[in-house]
């Protein structure tokens, strides 16, 4: 059996560049996920106060989403002149500030703003115990998706600049790569003038400058135009902070240089798998049935560009949906109804005897394997009559590893699959069968199908 160690990165700026980029991390803040063979465990979120200083880019960032109506003077004003900005939310605020919230999501669906946490309650986070950490560490942006629905980013920043080590190595266990602080600080809240914050601003600005300003402060709104205009003439480019730590990189949340991270790269150049925007990919996430569907579908040269109408749907939960223009939509639908055609996916009878595909539902790992035993099978000739062990020319001893925890009709499949080298178990012969499969794992293994020769075409 082939084994690979897949390291996924989550929280690393290149190390290589660690003494050029002026960033002070927190240790190596790699967030090792042994997705084959080990334990998740995660490491101290990295501590900035400002990005690569190679290319002229600044940040604009804002707490404190306590108070609407300077709050949304300032939204606005970043939307008008459509400056991304970075905003890090209290989440014991959030209910008591709908406007707030629906005016952040406005500018996220423009592609504008990210929300970030600034913890539950604000309190001076040095000298809590652990366990007062990490209920207040993530309250912000748990309150934020549960208020909104909308994503969230893994940045943290703690209320008055208090961190230490104990601080950052919660915010890492609790999913956040980052730990945000500034290098430019207007001190808005202090009440100065909107001239005043603009002039600190402007005279501070540098390449990779992160600024920290407030939604509660008076003046804060009557700054931006003044700001962005200044320093855009001056070619100064607005960015969020994810995009500035992101650099050269594809995604911030995938390491380049591992196999998965590869592998999520030539996926998505190719167009068969998308990040959820132009920062993250998610590769420890979760993947719904439906959208490993799709994957396959265009893995396997399945799709077409037209969405074919005429047929019945052959799943009651995966009708034929329609944009507001009227034009059929591709997906779910399209993609489902050319998988299950190929023999490539499968539903089952629903309570009410209609077939049922549970397109939502998170794909595990035993299903996976099966799509891609198909795929193996139906489309590049592998598994019947021996051929499995004899098409695995660096296994070589042909020697199948036998997964205790796999269920008896799935057997054979996650043993080609195996044997092919697509899917990996864990140690002690282990599969883990039930346990969801992530965006990661299927980039990999689909990278893999495709690197597979085809022993003959499907029959
Ligand atoms: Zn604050």
Redesign the pocket.
């Known amino acids: 059996m082939r084994r690979a160690t897949i390291t996924v990165r989550a929280g690393g700026l290149s190390l290589r560049r660690v003494a050029t980029y002026t960033v002070t991390m927190a240790l190596l803040a790699s967030l090792w996920l042994w997705l084959l063979s080990g334990p998740v465990w995660a490491a101290s979120a990295s501590v900035v106060y400002r990005g690569p200083t190679e290319a002229k880019l600044i940040a604009l960032t804002f ?2 989403n306590t108070t609407v109506t300077p709050a949304l003077a300032t939204l606005r004003a970043l939307e008008k002149d459509k400056v991304p900005a970075t905003l ?1 939310v ?1 989440g014991s605020a959030v209910a008591g500030t709908p406007a707030i919230n629906a005016e952040i999501v406005k500018g996220m669906s423009e592609g504008l703003f990210e929300v970030g946490d ?1 913890s539950w309650s ?1 309190p001076v986070l040095k000298g809590l115990s652990s366990s007062a950490l990490a209920r207040q560490i993530g309250g912000g942006v748990d309150a934020f998706r549960q208020a909104t629905g909308a994503r969230t980013v893994p940045l943290f ?1 703690p ?2 600049g208090s961190t230490d080590a104990r601080v950052a190595a919660v915010a890492g266990s609790e999913g956040f790569s980052y730990l945000v602080l500034w290098d430019v600080d207007p001190r808005d809240w202090a009440g100065g003038s909107a001239s005043s914050i603009a002039s600190h601003v402007i005279s501070h600005a540098h390449k990779g400058a992160i600024v920290v300003m ?1 939604l509660s402060a008076q003046h804060t709104a009557g700054a931006i135009h003044t700001i962005v205009s200044t320093l855009r003439a001056r070619g100064y480019e607005f960015v969020n902070v994810s995009t500035m730590l992101k650099g050269e990189r594809l995604f911030l949340d995938v390491d380049g240089g591992s196999q998965a991270g590869t592998a999520i790269a030539r996926l998505v150049r190719l167009g068969f798998m998308s990040g959820y925007d132009g920062n993250y990919f998610g590769p420890a996430d979760a993947i719904t049935r439906a959208q490993v569907a799709k994957v396959a579908t265009l893995v396997a040269g399945l799709h077409t560009p037209q969405v074919d109408e005429g047929r019945p749907a052959s799943y009651a939960d995966v009708p034929l949906r329609r944009n507001s223009a009227g034009q059929a939509l591709a997906y779910p639908y399209d993609f489902v109804e050319e998988a299950s055609a190929a023999g490539l996916v499968a539903g089952a009878p629903g309570p009410d005897g209609a077939m049922v595909f549970r397109p939502n539902e998170a794909i595990t790992r035993v299903q996976l394997a099966q799509i891609l035993a198909r795929m193996a099978r139906q489309l590049k000739g592998y598994g019947s009559e021996g051929t499995a062990a004899q098409a695995l020319p660096e296994t070589g001893s042909g020697a199948q590893p036998a997964f205790a925890d796999v269920p008896a009709y799935a057997a054979a499949d996650v043993s080609l699959v195996a044997g092919l080298g697509l899917m990996s178990g864990y140690a002690g012969a282990e599969f883990r069968p039930w346990q969801g499969a992530l965006r990661a794992q299927v980039a990999l293994a689909m990278s893999r199908y495709l690197d597979l020769p085809a022993l003959s075409r499907g029959n």
């Open positions: 707490d404190d890090f209290i600034h604000h920043r209320p008055y407030h």
